[in-house]
């Protein structure tokens, strides 16, 4: 009996040890087995992360600056009170400073493993990711950023102090990227520049004129009191970017799915359900607005043009003015009277006023006109028309979309055109030569501004009429298309002549300033500082509803900032950055 | 020596402590009523698991010991019990009417049975009476407005829906404040585990409490403060639901062989829909257009505003000639239909369960089957389950107790996709959302829903066809789920004993969410298939020294108590793999589909415990219970690993301690003061945050593959520790009148500091948020419940009994912690959800609102239409100042009807089914006449009154939430008749000859009627959905789903 008993302690005994091993004991699981461990932060592949954020960083970006420089419309609201809220910058602001974390916290391996080409690109990367910010928002951590635990409300800094900390960080950049004792030859993966570091470099150099130019007003705030002198010891050096293959863009796939790799806008406008609308005004200033004839569908009026209308925009249906009755927003509702304002109105015809529902409808009469674009106008929230497949949408550059063929649908779930092989423009060979223009002009940089003007629409006209010939999907030209844009190459950078050489003053400096925005199609961010920074073009669309209250001179403060961190300065978007001297009113 | 460890165990197993022993003798006698002896009452040895039937002529023989207490029992009569003396023989003459048993044991903490008059502490138990062969198959569900202080909500009535429980209010803020579900004593897994986040419709996820059937329960305890709470540690501190099966509970099993059989059939359909407008259609600006909207012209018009001389206009399909030639310039009449009742129909739930058990000397075993089919109000929406269960328990010579039960679940659901909507297209498949608005002209069941190749077609192409959606899209779910628990226990000597128990429960649940090609929708439309497994384990071992002694001559003084040690293991595996590009239309499965992507990731928490409790009793009316319990949490840093957290109570009989004040007055009162505190410990893996690593993220235009490797946008904090949960409880529980009314009122005050917090970081500080220890919520509330026996009349046995539940609680958030910043998302939107606000009620509705100037009044625009104002305001407080439940019962003969209304009073809700239904001139709330023109109160900018003209189609798009958050608020007050009932149970005297024991059936009906008083009249709305799912987001419905109404019958066997 006795032993018996023993017998089952002894069992009970074993089988609680048994099942209660140290596998339920064990507390020491503090780490994720299903995350990568800190250890393995390599140089080589948070590089990719930081190459690949860039796009969507300057995407997020040109949410905002695209819609209120009219490239694409702003239809989130009717005013400015109402068309962005500090939410709809949460993703900027994160995707900006998630980057800079990655790149902060991989430079002691990068520096152990000898990984100075990733190191210094991605310093060069974060240079111009900083200057963005600013450029938007103003005021932004920087000293105190980026310090996680350390500081979780970090103080926000003044722009002109960090425009001159990047200064100084490009130059170090310069440095880290030439270090010769960098491991050449190992796999690696530049998706920019094809391991070429002169041309970052080169990049480096870029954006100190670029910063320059944009800070040309306070130059003296961020250490720079002779602008001219150092725009000009930039463009001695003559290490900037001025051949295409310097240009800084990133090179979108066309892969659709697993992973998508194709432009933001073709993803949004060639899948199914329409896509954004493009603003009214943009199409306008590339066509109506110059006097340019009519143009049905997608083929190419007669007489002078701009030769890159067709592979900027794509209709899908030809007519706009056939499905007027089955919308809501055009019947019984009148063009606004503040429309045939004339400071809206045209700069280079007299009497064309600015546009209305369609990009061509620039009269007061009420019949819609039979060919123009059909996008949206500045502020019009309006429901959602069945339109989906009669919008205009982005063409061939630069978001790797349809061209030329006649109209049709593209809500085919991506299979039209260049199926997305776009690019995100960045900093381009035609921008430096206005942004040169501009310090000629401005800054008294010696120079031949005229040339400088006609060289960037010249090189605008070749990089856009040359994009992406070498896809499989490229549309193959008639021998009227392609002697049509041939005579168009030499006869619309003539026309914009006459007008440069007519004009006088700030005139001349706006007939420079449009030709930019003109060029920067597909980039919200150049034509957003540079219409703060001159005021052009002074002609943009008025929104819908007359009062619109003011406008955004600064991007807002994601909600994630000001509910965060008490530092946030009040979200004031009347509020200047700190280079925005010359104080216009802007509408 | 010898005889006074007999003694001492007699007293041991009146605490019913689980022990049997030797040496009993042979007690018999007859139970008889009035009318004479009762065939089939039960008679248990109190506190054992000896128990016998009378036969047909009322008499019973049952082995027992004197000083041993038999317990009767019989349906329809109250129960009764006697000492077993000197005599051989006990005879008991039983009573009609119910009541409270005085001496009610109840299942604690740690399945440690106590005399409900020890507990210093509130638990709630519920017969099964009460959730038993109800038209809920969700056995949380059916348990809605029976007790006080437990809140529970369906998210939507879709079947198998979650259900949310909240026990005396959220004290965690980001963290889990659902109960811990506690099954035969093991820790059951009640997850609600959704793919993906509420905007996808993941809402309907299936809560995991789901799996157990309502047929196979024995009965409920809910544990609702700390001081109840504790043994069980943090897993403990929402609450803890104790729920004992058939097959775990093998103590009150007759002799011969008991087979119960039920059987119900249910139907169920939505609960209400809106009333819709006849007078207008299609169109905005009472223009036609196929506008999203039904702000078109009256219908009857004729030649104007869109509408041909004839009164017609063009067939819905004339714009998709190439699917349709058929309808190519054809036009249709201008005319209402009914687009939306077809939509729904009447579903059937059929449950049958068989439960059999019995016992011979030392042994004794249960078995039992459930079936559940439920078929929701809509198609495609279906809900199985399978249960298969056993039990059984012997007792060996040698002191040596094994018993085990287990239980093999099987479920399976399907649902339709139900993703959130806003009154246009919801951004991913959904049913509801694209349903409701139907324009009233547009003829929905009229035309097809798809083309020749299966795609969608609608009178829009950028709105699904809700009925496509339905045939083509789902949700489904399954779970192959196996819980149990072994527990041996030995005899040390005559007042102690050590036991083990293992308990573990797994479960394997599988997700399958998927859209067949050719919805139109952007990049939904070629079709996607999402497969997610689940593997859920936890191991739970027990070791426990349990002792109950007197500690001096005159037995004045008891002790028991116990100590165990308790590790818990809970891991979690899951794979989740997508697909996209459907290959043939229809065919679901991955390789029908041209892209996969997929991940997987595990997680393992360990848990140990130690824990104490004792009870010290003196002369049996006065108790102090004291406890402790100190858990190591494996996921947090060896600093801050471990927690002690103490509790006590006190409980007091006066009406045992001074026999004086006992009387027909007072019958019975108890008094108990309590205090605990418990643990709250975060999430897996919150203080080292890995590296996100991802692979082919890009491939270049030369085919080259692009891998990253970034730090998380998560900070980990290696500073973290547990948070702390205290509360305070008061309650008084008494009999009064001759036992007519019964209280039951506790007070409680519970505070939480140190609180995890997930906390949004700005950031600039390199990462998006973090987990960390800052706020700190308190909860106070009453709760009351009241029994009274209104008529109880002795001859021809008609009684009426009535049952009134009240619950307050007053859930504040004190301290955020959070510096300077004064607001911290809970759930929703960060510009449009559930935020606590120090100072403020937990969970505020905050979004956008009505631009006011400085003295308060509305501002307008330019437009005429109000101005938002984007700033996050806070628009409304989603807690009810009270709830209350009212139960009423009368019986007849063997006729029983009862009822249950339940009122909430407040509670703010923002619903887009009702901005969708007034912001798009739906429902007969805006067939006003639509020609004139409306001002809206308020002011300019500039100050002055605003004249400013506006139509009626804006006035009622823009000012019905869909532009600024706080106009889509309403006030949730609602009142409901939660069920009504009528039983049956056949007179013993039939049955006498018969093989059966018992045969009843009955009646019931949920939900059938209510009413929400504060919105408008027509939209029929009934708020109590949850759009943000089970968790802390409270107040929202995003139309992922409107509640059902049930009905049917059941029916009970047992022979």
């Known amino acids: 009996m006795k032993m018996k008993r023993n017998i089952f302690k002894l069992i009970l005994l074993t089988t609680i040890i048994s099942f209660s091993s140290c596998e339920t004991l064990d507390l020491d699981q503090t780490e994720n087995p299903s995350t990568l461990n800190q250890s393995f932060l390599d140089p080589i592949y948070t590089f990719n992360y930081v190459q690949l954020q860039l796009p969507v960083f300057v995407n997020s970006a040109n949410a905002f600056t695209q819609r209120v420089t009219r490239q694409m419309a702003m239809t989130g609201g009717n005013t400015y009170d109402n068309s962005f809220e500090p939410v709809n910058f949460d993703r900027n602001w994160s995707q900006a400073y998630n980057m800079l974390n990655a790149i902060k916290l991989m430079e002691p391996r990068a520096i152990q493993d000898q990984r100075y080409f990733e190191l210094g690109a991605s310093k060069i990367i974060r240079c111009y990711v900083l200057m963005t910010l600013v450029d938007m928002y103003g005021d932004i951590p920087y000293t105190e950023a980026l310090l996680g635990n350390d500081n979780i409300t970090p103080k926000f800094d003044s722009g002109a102090s960090v425009y001159a900390a990047i200064l100084a960080e490009l130059d170090q950049a310069m440095i880290v990227i030439k270090n010769p004792e960098d491991r050449l030859g190992d796999v690696r993966q530049d998706l920019y520049y094809d391991e070429d570091a002169n041309k970052w470099v080169t990049l480096a150099k870029t954006l100190k004129l670029k910063m320059y130019i944009t800070g040309r007003l306070a130059g003296s705030e961020f250490g720079v009191n002779d602008v001219a002198g150092a725009v000009t010891s930039i463009l001695d050096g003559g290490d900037y970017i001025d051949t295409e293959a310097e240009d800084f863009g990133f090179r979108y796939g066309n892969s659709r799915f697993t992973p998508n790799t194709r432009h933001p806008l073709y993803n949004d406008q060639y899948e199914a359900g329409g896509g954004a609308y493009i603003a009214n005004y943009y199409m306008w200033a590339m066509s109506s607005e110059k006097g340019f004839s009519p143009v049905y569908g997608n083929s190419l009026p007669s007489g002078t043009n701009d030769p890159r209308l067709h592979y900027y925009f794509y209709k899908q249906n030809p007519d706009p003015s056939d499905f007027n009755t089955n919308t809501f927003i055009l019947p019984g509702r009148a063009r606004p009277s503040h429309y045939n304002d004339p400071q809206y109105a045209s700069e280079y015809v007299a009497g064309v006023l600015t546009p209305y529902v369609v990009s061509n409808w620039t009269n007061t009469s009420a019949a819609v006109p039979a060919d123009g674009f059909w996008g949206r106008d500045h502020g019009d929230n309006a429901g959602i028309p069945q339109d989906n497949d009669k919008r205009t949408v982005g063409g061939i550059y630069p978001i790797g979309g349809q061209g030329f063929i006649n109209p049709g649908t593209v809500q085919t779930g991506g299979t039209r055109g260049l199926l997305g092989a776009g690019i995100m423009p960045m900093l381009l060979t035609s921008w430096v030569h206005f942004l040169k223009a501009e310090a000629i002009l401005e800054l008294s940089v010696a120079g031949d501004a005229r040339a400088e003007f006609l060289s960037g629409i010249n090189t605008s006209i070749e990089k856009v009429t040359n994009f992406g010939k070498d896809q499989e999907s490229y549309p193959t030209l008639t021998q009227n298309q392609q002697s049509n844009i041939a005579a168009n190459k030499i006869a619309y950078p003539a026309f914009m002549l006459t007008k440069f050489d007519a004009a006088t003053g700030d005139d001349r400096l706006e007939i420079v300033m449009k030709e930019y925005y003109l060029a920067a199609w597909g980039n919200g961010i150049e034509t957003y500082n540079n219409y703060r920074r001159t005021g052009f073009p002074s002609n943009f669309q008025p929104t819908l509803q007359q009062a619109s209250g003011a406008f955004y001179y600064r991007a807002l403060y994601s909600a994630s900032t000001v509910n965060n961190n008490p530092n946030t300065p009040a979200n004031d978007r009347t509020r200047r950055v700190f280079w925005d001297k010359a104080n216009i009113t802007l509408h | ?1055």
């Open chain 2, 1 to 1055: 020596m010898r005889s006074k460890f007999k003694w001492i165990f007699t007293l041991l197993l009146a605490l019913s402590m689980q022990f049997s022993f030797a040496q009993e003798k042979t007690v018999s006698g007859v139970v008889s009523d009035e009318t004479g002896p009762l065939p089939g009452a039960n008679v248990v040895v109190k506190g054992t698991k000896r128990g016998t039937q009378t036969d047909v002529d009322g008499k019973y023989t049952i082995q027992a010991k004197a000083g041993e207490v038999l317990l009767f029992s019989f349906i329809g009569l109250a129960d009764a019990s006697q000492n077993v003396g000197s005599s051989n023989t006990v005879n008991m003459l039983m009573k009609a009417g119910g009541g409270i048993d005085l001496n009610e044991v109840v299942v604690t903490s740690q399945g440690i049975k106590k005399e409900k008059k020890a507990l210093g502490y509130a638990v709630a138990t519920i017969k099964s009476e009460d959730f038993a062969s109800k038209p809920s198959t969700d056995v949380g569900r059916a348990l809605t407005g029976k007790a006080p202080g437990v809140n529970i909500q369906q998210t939507s009535g879709l079947s198998g829906s979650g259900t949310n429980i909240i026990i005396r209010g959220y004290a965690s803020i980001t963290g889990s404040n659902q109960p811990l579900f506690v099954v035969d004593g093991i820790p059951f897994n009640a997850d609600t585990n959704q793919d993906g986040n509420f905007l996808e419709g993941s809402t309907n996820a299936s809560s995991r409490f789901l799996d157990l059937d309502p047929n196979s329960i024995e009965s409920i305890s809910i544990l609702k403060g700390l001081s109840a709470t504790t043994l069980y540690g943090s897993a403990g501190r929402s609450g803890v639901i104790l729920i004992t099966t058939k097959s775990g509970n093998t103590k009150d099993i007759n002799k011969k062989m008991q087979v119960n059989y039920s059987q119900s059939l249910y139907m169920t359909e939505i609960s209400d829909l809106p009333d819709y407008q006849n007078r207008y259609g299609n169109g905005f600006d009472n223009n036609y257009t196929t506008a999203f909207s039904n702000w078109g012209p009256e219908f009857g018009t004729r030649g104007t505003q869109g509408i041909g001389a004839d009164g017609t206009v063009p067939h819905w399909y004339a714009y998709l000639a190439n699917d349709f030639p058929q309808f190519a310039g054809k036009t249709v009449p201008y005319q209402s239909h009914d687009n939306v009742k077809p939509f729904f129909s009447t579903g059937t739930v059929s449950t049958t369960s068989v439960n059999i058990g019995g016992r011979s000397e030392n042994t004794s075993y249960n078995v039992g089957v459930g079936h559940t089919r439920d078929a929701g109000f809509i198609e495609h929406n279906t809900y199985q389950r399978l249960n298969l269960s056993t039990g059984g328990s012997t007792k060996l010579s040698n002191g040596l107790t094994l018993s085990a039960s287990m239980q093999y679940v099987r479920t399976d659901k399907t649902a339709p996709p139900t993703a959130a909507g806003f009154g246009s297209n919801a951004i991913a498949p959904s049913v509801f959302s694209n349903i409701l608005y139907t324009p009233r002209s547009f003829d929905l069941f009229g035309v097809p829903y798809e083309n020749a190749d299966h795609q969608s077609v609608n009178y829009r192409l950028d709105i699904p066809n809700p009925r496509w959606t339905l045939k083509n899209a789902g949700d489904d779910e399954g779970v192959r789920r196996f819980f149990g628990n072994f527990t041996a226990s030995y005899e040390l000597n005559s007042w102690s004993n050590v036991s083990y128990r293992l308990a573990l429960d797994n479960y394997t649940q599988t997700k399958k969410y998927y859209i067949n090609k050719g919805n139109r929708q952007p990049f939904d439309e070629e079709g996607y298939l999402r497969t997610t497994v689940r593997e859920n384990n936890i191991y739970d071992h027990t070791l426990s020294y349990n002792f109950d002694t007197k500690i001096d001559k005159n037995s004045n003084w008891n002790i028991d108590g116990t100590i165990g040690f308790n590790p818990r293991q809970e891991s979690q595996n899951l794979t989740y793999l997508f697909s996209n590009v459907q290959f043939v239309y229809g065919f679901l499965e991955h390789q029908n589909f041209e892209f996969h992507d997929g991940f997987s990731a595990r997680e393992n928490t360990n848990t140990v415990g130690l824990y104490g409790s004792t009870t010290i009793g003196f002369k049996k009316y006065i108790f102090l219970n004291l406890q402790g319990r100190n858990d190591w949490y494996s996921s947090l840093q060896k600093d801050y690993r471990g927690l002690f957290y103490p509790s006590a109570s006190l409980s007091f009989v006066p009406t045992d301690a001074f026999e004086s004040i006992k009387g027909n007055a007072i019958n019975y009162l108890k008094l108990r003061l309590g205090y605990g505190s418990s643990a709250g410990f975060p999430d897996a893996y919150k203080t080292i945050i890995g590296l996100d690593s991802n692979t082919k993220v890009f491939l270049t235009q030369e085919g080259d593959v692009v891998n990253t490797i970034a730090p998380s946008n998560e900070l980990g904090n290696a500073n973290l520790k547990p948070e702390l949960v205290k509360e305070v409880e008061f309650g008084v529980e008494g009999k009064f009148f001759n036992n007519r009314i019964g209280l039951d009122l506790s007070i409680y005050s519970k505070i939480s500091t140190d609180l995890i917090v997930e906390r949004e970081l700005d950031p600039s500080t390199g990462y998006d948020f973090t987990t960390d220890n800052v706020a700190q919520v308190s909860n106070k509330g009453i709760e009351l419940g009241l029994n009274m026996s209104v008529i109880r009349t002795k001859t021809d046995g008609l009684t009426w009994d009535i049952t009134a539940n009240f619950t307050k609680n007053k859930n504040i958030v004190d301290k955020l912690g959070l510096g300077s910043v004064k607001t911290l998302g809970i759930a929703g939107f960060t510009n449009l959800g559930n935020f606590a606000a120090e100072g403020r009620p937990y969970g505020i509705i905050m979004g956008s609102s009505i631009k006011r100037d400085a003295n308060g009044n509305y501002v307008v625009g330019a437009d005429g239409n109000y101005l938002v104002n984007t700033d996050l305001t806070e628009i409304g407080d989603p807690n009810a100042d009270w709830r209350s439940t009212l139960i009423n019962e009368i019986s007849y003969k063997n006729i029983t009807f009862g009822f249950q209304f339940e009122y909430q009073k407040g509670g703010d809700i923002y619903s887009t089914t009702a901005a969708a239904l007034l912001s798009r001139g739906l429902t007969e709330d805006t067939a006003y006449d639509r020609s004139g023109t409306v001002v809206l109160p308020g002011v300019n900018q500039n100050g002055t009154i605003n004249t400013t003209q506006i139509g009626y189609t804006q006035y009622g798009f823009n000012n019905s939430g869909f532009f600024i958050n706080e106009q889509a608020i309403y006030d949730a007050t609602n009142l409901r008749l939660r069920e009504i009932s009528l039983s049956y149970s056949l007179p013993k005297k039939f049955l006498e000859k018969t093989p059966f024991g018992n045969i009843s059936m009955s009646i019931v009906g949920q939900n059938l009627w209510f009413k929400a008083f504060n919105f408008p009249t027509h939209l029929n709305f009934d708020p109590e959905v949850m759009s943000l799912g089970v968790g802390n987001g409270q107040g929202f419905d995003y139309l992922t789903g409107p509640t059902a109404k049930r009905y049917g019958f059941n029916f009970n066997l047992t022979f």
